[in-house]
């Protein structure tokens, strides 16, 4: 079966097993901080892969476990002459179990650091084949759907976690998406209840037991990329409460995934150790998240989302929801975590598009109107969103697509907000 390309989704110029940087050469290692702190063990890496390490850049950090993936685009120059491209990912609080393809090395400190090749994800063993369009093609095929000519495109990707692939051909234009293993049976099931309750759910095309479920694509875009779309803002955030609702009414015999504010002592670690200077304000908004829950009454269950944002709600060419993807997370659970999911990704779409003024109005103005909603449902709604929505913001401080100060701030905003009710409910 002739395909387009024979190198995996997303990269170029791969050495067999291993990504390519895309356009732009990687700048030098005393440019890039996290480098630059790294290079003892990338070095080793290297010289483990019979390469010397020349030149990296750091792909940015991700909450993994217990602790983190780190991803590096390492140049290294081969023993026959000129370099190749090669992504490695760096998990420190490795499982302590042996697994296939990954190796255990000590960084400097001592810390035990696990190391694998994209796109040999250990967690993952259906990306190899997904984002080799050769591959790629036969798993479609076994699905009943033929196509030449595969074009692939790393969509999503998530060290540990999944990954998305889209998948275009003559006629054909579907998604990869790559999981664990363990989940498959529960996600087809889910995606089949939710398309049959008239959810505007992706179709279903087919699965593999290894981890990977392929879906036909949804009309339009996603809301995240056609903010220039949303003219009128009070329409979309209506359309999203009747997709709450919607919803609401699917059964579901399963939890939802637990509530990020569950492990905000944790978040609240982890940002302190990125950000000691901080840790006093850091520490502030954890005990208000935990106070705050802890004295509210918990909500009735019923099937949500799990991690509703404008990335996962897709819209049409007047701006109205026609789609919702990533249900993987949904269950029974409580409609303040999709609330408050919704209100932070808006807040860091407003920080990320901050270039683009026109863009960030959008999204900061979506954020103020759906937050002023919260108090029209119940008191206690509000002041479970409000707490969970802090927890969200002190999450996404953990990455570095935005600045970090930032987002500890919007936190911040919602804690005060949150002891000021305190102090008025006590008196």
Partial sequence: MPTHSTEPAGFRDSAPGGVSSPDHAPPAPTDDPAVSERWPLLDRIAHTLGRRLVDGHSLGLEVGGDGFVEGFRLELEQPEGGTQQQVVYLETRPESVQRDGVLSLRDVDGTSVAVWLYPRDPELPALPAAV????????????????????????????????????????????????????????VEKYTTWHESGLPTPRLLGWSDRGLIAFAALPGATAAASLDRIDDHDRFLDEIVALQRAIAAVPSAQLARPSLATRVDWYEQRLAALMPEHSASIGTVGQVVARTLAATPAALPVTVHGDLHIGQVFIDGRGDVCGVLDIDTAGLGDPADDAAAFYAHLVVTALYHRDQPRLAATASELASRWIRRWPKADRSFALRAKAIAATHLLAHALSDAVPREYLLHAAGILAAELQQEAVVQAD
């Fill in 132 to 187: 080799y369009p050769e591959s790629a093609a036969g798993l479609l095929a076994n699905m009943g759907v033929l196509c030449r000519e595969l074009t692939l495109s790393l969509i999503a990707y998530r060290p540990g976690k999944r990954a998305v692939v889209r998948a275009e051909a003559e006629g054909v234009d579907a998604f990869l998406k790559v999981f664990a293993p363990r989940s498959t049976a529960a996600l």
